[in-house]
């Protein structure tokens, strides 16, 4: 019988009903989730509430608390998986972090949530649940990153989204599709993910903003963000990676004091690219010192932005190395 580990941490998926008909995130204990899942007697399953907090509340002190918490049970052994319980709405961030800093090959890491709270009729909290431990306890998830199990679905931690705020299909990997599916308590892995290579758990996790780039942006957002004295800062910039033309002159100044920028694209897909020469172009900001990010979206370029700011101590050539994916998967 596999040994599968719950750490519970709130959310949606922990939900109780409140005193004026809304939902107290994170509320129910993880054992009561597990007792409902009818896998008793297929799984040996040992529950941890590490957290009772919607998801809004959870950051990088709770991403580094879970983050060792995974390790000292993988390294402890007696464990064949383990599964985190979530809320949605910062689910990606949580998976994305420890995505970069644990290795899996020898117990799948799973996490799972809900889109709708327990007590509500069609709830997915049990079914999701359920099938987060099933894919936990199966030895084809091992070496595939974090994974996130959702509405019969498995993403990898790298590349999902959420991409409703309500409807039960709640995640997905724009462009890219989920690597494979749950079906009656089987996996049906049908594609494997190019990883980055892992990182170091840092004590602090340096601070990164991000910047939003759109139409019409004024110079002020800029210069409020980038004179307040962040560790760095990414640019979730527009199409292959270009900047408004307001921002130019606070940005040149920025990377010329060393100031690590990484700019990616707002799009759901692609890579960023240096394919024009105009004012704002990618190529540009390169020249200057940025670092073009592909493939990820900007709330995970700046997840792995500070953790190789934390790892490298300053040596920009080996943070930008951090984004490399000419070897990832090898």
């Given at each position: 019988m596999k040994h599968i580990a719950v750490l519970s941490t709130g959310g949606t998926i922990a939900s109780i009903p409140g005193n004026e008909g809304r939902a107290v995130a994170g509320a129910l204990p993880g054992e009561d989730l597990v007792a409902r899942t009818e896998l008793q007697g297929r799984l040996k399953v040992q529950v941890e509430s590490v957290f009772q907090k919607a998801s809004n509340a959870i950051g990088a002190s709770e991403w580094k608390t879970l983050a060792e918490k995974c390790r000292?049970?993988?390294?402890?052994g007696g464990v064949d998986g383990i599964v985190i319980t979530h809320g949605t709405d910062t689910m990606e961030d949580t998976a994305f972090y420890l995505h970069c800093v644990l290795d899996t090959r020898e117990v799948p890491v799973v996490i799972t949530g809900s889109q709708r709270v327990p007590h509500a009729m069609g709830s997915d909290a049990y079914a999701n649940l359920r099938q987060a431990l099933e894919l936990a306890s199966n030895d084809h998830a091992k070496g595939l990153g974090i994974?996130?199990?959702f509405n019969q679905s498995v993403f990898s931690a790298g590349f999902v989204r959420k991409v409703s705020s309500f409807q039960l299909n709640g995640f997905d990997a724009p462009g890219l599709g989920p690597l494979g599916m749950m079906d009656e308590g089987v996996f049906h892995l049908l594609q494997r993910p190019s990883m980055l290579h892992l990182l170091p758990i840092p004590e602090k996790l340096p601070r990164v903003d991000i910047l939003p780039g759109y139409g019409g942006a004024h110079a002020a957002m800029a210069e409020a963000v980038l004179e307040s004295a962040p560790d760095g800062v990414v640019i979730d910039g527009l199409g292959r990676g270009q900047v408004p033309l307001a921002w130019l002159p606070a940005l040149h100044t920025a990377l010329s004091k060393g100031l690590p920028v990484g700019i990616c694209s707002s799009t759901f897909h692609g890579?960023?690219?240096?394919?024009?020469e105009y004012p704002g172009a990618l190529h540009e900001l390169v020249e200057a010192g940025a670092i073009g990010i592909s493939h990820l979206s900007a709330r995970k370029a700046r997840i792995r932005l500070a953790l190789?700011?934390?790892a490298r101590e300053g040596d920009l050539s080996a943070v930008k190395a951090d984004f490399d994916w000419r070897f990832a998967g090898a």
């Amino acid at each position: 019988m596999k040994h599968i580990a719950v750490l519970s941490t709130g959310g949606t998926i922990a939900s109780i009903p409140g005193n004026e008909g809304r939902a107290v995130a994170g509320a129910l204990p993880g054992e009561d989730l597990v007792a409902r899942t009818e896998l008793q007697g297929r799984l040996k399953v040992q529950v941890e509430s590490v957290f009772q907090k919607a998801s809004n509340a959870i950051g990088a002190s709770e991403w580094k608390t879970l983050a060792e918490k995974c390790r000292q049970l993988v390294h402890g052994g007696g464990v064949d998986g383990i599964v985190i319980t979530h809320g949605t709405d910062t689910m990606e961030d949580t998976a994305f972090y420890l995505h970069c800093v644990l290795d899996t090959r020898e117990v799948p890491v799973v996490i799972t949530g809900s889109q709708r709270v327990p007590h509500a009729m069609g709830s997915d909290a049990y079914a999701n649940l359920r099938q987060a431990l099933e894919l936990a306890s199966n030895d084809h998830a091992k070496g595939l990153g974090i994974l996130v199990s959702f509405n019969q679905s498995v993403f990898s931690a790298g590349f999902v989204r959420k991409v409703s705020s309500f409807q039960l299909n709640g995640f997905d990997a724009p462009g890219l599709g989920p690597l494979g599916m749950m079906d009656e308590g089987v996996f049906h892995l049908l594609q494997r993910p190019s990883m980055l290579h892992l990182l170091p758990i840092p004590e602090k996790l340096p601070r990164v903003d991000i910047l939003p780039g759109y139409g019409g942006a004024h110079a002020a957002m800029a210069e409020a963000v980038l004179e307040s004295a962040p560790d760095g800062v990414v640019i979730d910039g527009l199409g292959r990676g270009q900047v408004p033309l307001a921002w130019l002159p606070a940005l040149h100044t920025a990377l010329s004091k060393g100031l690590p920028v990484g700019i990616c694209s707002s799009t759901f897909h692609g890579p960023t690219h240096e394919s024009y020469e105009y004012p704002g172009a990618l190529h540009e900001l390169v020249e200057a010192g940025a670092i073009g990010i592909s493939h990820l979206s900007a709330r995970k370029a700046r997840i792995r932005l500070a953790l190789a700011l934390a790892a490298r101590e300053g040596d920009l050539s080996a943070v930008k190395a951090d984004f490399d994916w000419r070897f990832a998967g090898a």
